[in-house]
């Protein structure tokens, strides 16, 4: 099962790497970071200096960002694979009056769900959305990188998919 499990995951990394850089974006796929767990296929999708996913204290997504998730999404909808999303921010505290940085990177995990429901993949697919905040930093040494400020997308195992 193992075996398996990475085999899938490596496969779902070649095929959206491979998609990315064929539909002309070019250096988008300089904002994935792909990593098998136990849990499945994380897909982080990471801010870059100067190229965010998302504009300071903004949960509507970038074009880039939109760009990202079609793909994923076009992935996504060849398997029969739950998803689970999570929202990051870095540790700069984001301050609009009562909406901080658990806000922000809820609402921007909810962004990335509703595009991913935008290019096809059903409700019913969606595990789970979590804003996690500056709690689970990618770049735990320089929690102000922007690489902390990013979505997590996981594309389940297959094997320990959940009844619906």
């Known amino acids: 099962a193992e075996a398996r499990a990475m085999a ?7 095929s959206i790497t491979e998609r990315v850089r064929q539909a002309d974006h070019q250096g988008l796929d300089r904002h994935l970071i792909f990593r098998a767990t136990e849990e499945g296929l994380r897909i982080e999708v990471v801010d870059r200096d100067g190229a965010p996913m998302f504009e300071s204290g903004v949960t509507a997504a970038t074009p880039r960002m939109q760009a990202l998730v ?29 909406y901080g940085n658990w806000e922000l990177s809820t609402d921007r995990a909810h962004s990335a ?13 969606i ?19 922007p690489r902390n400020r990013r979505i997590g997308i996981v594309i389940l195992r297959g094997d320990r998919q959940p009844p619906r």
């Open 113 to 125: 769900r509703h595009l991913l429901e935008r290019h096809g993949v059903g409700r019913a697919r």
């Open 127 to 145: 595990q789970r959305v979590e804003g996690l905040a500056d709690t689970v930093p990618l770049i735990a040494d320089d929690p102000a990188d």
């Open 70 to 98: 079609q793909v994923i999404a076009e992935v996504v909808r060849e398997t029969g694979n739950r998803v689970a999303l999570t929202g990051h921010t870095d540790a700069i505290p984001f301050t609009g009056g009562r």
């Open 8 to 14: 899938e995951a490596e496969h779902l990394t070649q």
